[in-house]
């Protein structure tokens, strides 16, 4: 929550900076420094800020006047706020996720599991299928279900090994389902993926998500 704090007080960067030139080293510095706040912030979920507001925090803290929140209080307000950002969030991505599995499983050539895991096979493999505690090697692109894209061992042009039973359950899932060769497209409701907490700042709380997954190889 501190760094919260911090990152409302500091984007007041923004406001003084954005006026000037941006001639002197320390002009730019805190002109970054605010673009690098303001994103951090906006990640967050906050879409909205009142500058001046936060431009007075900052002239309070810094020149000890007397708060008109206090520091108690502050903190428990932004507590609240963020996390009604991240209900509003959750539910969000519950309904979006929802609707686009639900039309997503009428498609020819969809299979959806007992689970709820949806695959689509790109391209058969031969041999035999990993077990759970075996190694993998695999290329894989993934995205939200609007195409945003979060992680792609395609794009870096390496692809990564890792147990099968050492990643999200619809990948652990899916895995054991390949062969060898193998490249399915997989489609992962929330809850076999990473549920309410999200991953990183791509992958939003109960996030659907989209793999495309080519099973190179098994083994070390």
């Not at 003084?16 to 303001?38: D, R």
């Not at 925090?57 to 903190?75: C, M, P, R, Y």
């Not at 709820?116 to 077990?131: C, H, I």
């Amino acid at each position: 929550m501190k760094k919260i704090i911090l990152s409302l007080i500091l984007i007041m960067g923004i406001t003084s900076i954005n006026a000037q030139n941006l001639n002197t080293e320390m002009e730019k510095v805190s002109y970054s420094l605010g673009v690098n706040v303001a994103k951090s912030v906006k990640n967050q979920g906050l879409t909205s800020i009142d500058s001046e507001a936060i431009a007075q925090a900052f002239t309070d803290v810094f020149e000890g006047n007397e708060l008109k929140i206090s520091e108690q209080e502050s903190n428990l307000i932004l507590q609240d706020y963020f996390g009604e950002l991240a209900k509003e969030a959750q539910s969000a991505n519950v309904e979006a996720g929802e609707r686009f599995l639900a039309e997503n499983a009428k498609r020819d050539g969809v299979t959806t599991t007992a689970t709820g895991l949806q695959y689509e096979v790109l391209a058969e493999g031969s041999g035999d299928s990993p077990k759970e505690t075996d190694q993998v090697t695999v290329h894989y692109h993934g995205t939200l279900i609007d195409g945003t894209v979060f992680d792609s061992s395609v794009e870096r042009g390496q692809p990564a090994t890792f147990p099968v039973n050492g990643v999200i359950p619809g990948w652990v899932e899916a895995l054991q389902l390949m062969k060898p060769g193998a490249k399915y497209k997989l489609f992962i409701p929330s809850n076999l993926a990473y549920g309410e907490r999200g991953a990183g700042g791509s992958i939003g709380p109960n996030a659907t998500l989209i793999f495309e997954v080519e099973l190179i190889s098994i083994g070390g």
